[in-house]
């Protein structure tokens, strides 16, 4: 079992796609290999923000950083995508915010398998145990749950207001009735942001995975938003992640937990790129729960309020997504995607992908 890496064009599979959606997804790939603008092809993705309001309190989110005004995904703007729903893959409900607290969550997981889409959502696992039963009733096929550590000390420094041992109680459950439905899905994975006080616990972190019954895990670099986070960074520090990076990766094989982790600094496909090739105003429609429409979660940049538009053609093909597209792989791409930090895209050879103060790294929220 091989490490994964950046994952820029590809999404999981892990069922059969309809003859539509196959079509859609591989004239959306030759679509965005070859830079075209004006597309035919749909979105494969859908990007759903349920909101930007959060149950916990980690030392590391950029919501510390800036003035985070609470803001919920309204379920009316689900009817702009019922013309599309026949070639898209997947809805994906995640975003700045703690997606469970939408107050609707689960009509959202039912309006996904109701069009037959795959449903992702990433989740702190605070609220799993009011979800146990719509994850199996509703066919959710992926699920990331975030711990920043193989234990309860480091987990909940950093995650304040998360409760370690609740949210590995949650787990088990899911994974409890998983086995009991005979149920290959939800495909279950947790991801840790690696920073200085956690990072060391990576091969710890894939015994976890394998003794919960875990398919994968993952881990991205610390994004330094706030200069008291400095000390948990993780650049120049290439030949200690090069250790537990090896270390972890053979404990994988070993134990059978795929592992997903960034480049090492210096080693990044993007060699001297401000970030690796972009595709996700091809591959994404991202809306935020602001109402906002932006290229991806990692972006300040709002290019229209899904307002601007009747319809759902109109809006994938505006002057702003063609002037996007256009601009996002060339010299003159907008200064946030220059300062790219998002986790499959940043170029991690350089520093900036690293650090983001000073920069406006989150949109304004409206």
């Known amino acids: 079992m091989s490490v994964i890496r950046a994952k820029t064009l590809d999404l999981k599979q892990i069922r059969p796609l309809s003859k539509k959606r196959q079509d859609n997804s591989s004239l959306n790939e030759h679509e965005a ?38 803001t919920v995904f309204n379920p009316e703007w689900l009817e702009i995508f019922e013309p599309i729903t026949e070639y898209v893959e997947e809805v ?9 607290l939408h107050p609707q969550f689960s009509d959202f997981l039912k309006w996904g398998d109701e069009h037959g889409l795959r449903k992702f959502f990433c989740t702190n696992g605070t609220r799993l145990d009011m979800l146990l039963d719509d994850i199996f009733k509703y066919n959710v096929e992926l699920l990331t749950v975030s711990l920043d550590g193989a ?8 995650r304040c207001g998360a409760d370690f041992d609740k949210i590995i109680c949650n787990i088990t459950n899911i994974v409890e009735k998983k086995k009991s439905l005979n149920s290959e899905f939800p495909y279950l ?44 960074m993780m650049y120049n520090k290439t030949s200690e992640i090069k250790k537990v990076f090896d270390e972890t990766i053979q404990l994988g094989e070993e134990l059978g937990i795929q592992v997903k982790l960034p480049y090492i600094q210096g080693e990044d496909i993007a060699g001297e790129q401000f970030h690796k090739n972009c595709y996700v105003g091809w591959r994404d429609f991202f ?3 602001d109402g906002y429409v932006r290229s991806c979660m990692s972006t300040s940049k709002k290019l229209f309020n899904v307002a601007d538009y009747t319809s759902f053609d109109d ?44 920069n406006e790294f989150a949109p304004e929220w409206q």
Not at 92 to 100: A, C, H, S, V
Not at 210 to 221: F, M, N, P, R, S
Not at 323 to 347: E, G, L, T, W
């Open 287 to 289: 809306l935020g729960s």
């Open 33 to 70: 290999i070859n830079g075209i603008t004006n597309l035919k092809s749909y979105p494969r993705r859908l990007v759903l923000e349920m909101t930007s309001a959060c149950n916990i309190n980690c030392k590391m989110c950029g919501r510390n950083a800036v003035d985070f005004k609470p």
């Open 189 to 232: 994975s947790i991801v840790m942001t690696m920073m200085e006080s956690n990072y060391r616990q990576m091969p710890e972190y894939v015994k976890l995975a394998a003794k919960l019954g875990i398919q994968e895990i993952k881990g991205v670099y610390l994004t330094v938003f706030e200069k008291k986070m400095l000390d948990e």
């Open 315 to 358: 809006m994938w093909n505006s002057k702003e997504y063609i002037d996007f597209r256009s601009k996002v792989n060339s010299y003159n791409m907008d200064i946030p995607c220059k300062n790219c930090y998002q986790a499959s895209y940043a170029n991690w050879n350089r520093e900036s992908s690293f650090i983001q103060i000073g």
């Open 151 to 158: 234990d309860a000390k480091t987990n909940n420094n950093i």
């Open 92 to 100: 994906t409900l995640l975003g700045w915010g703690e997606p469970t």
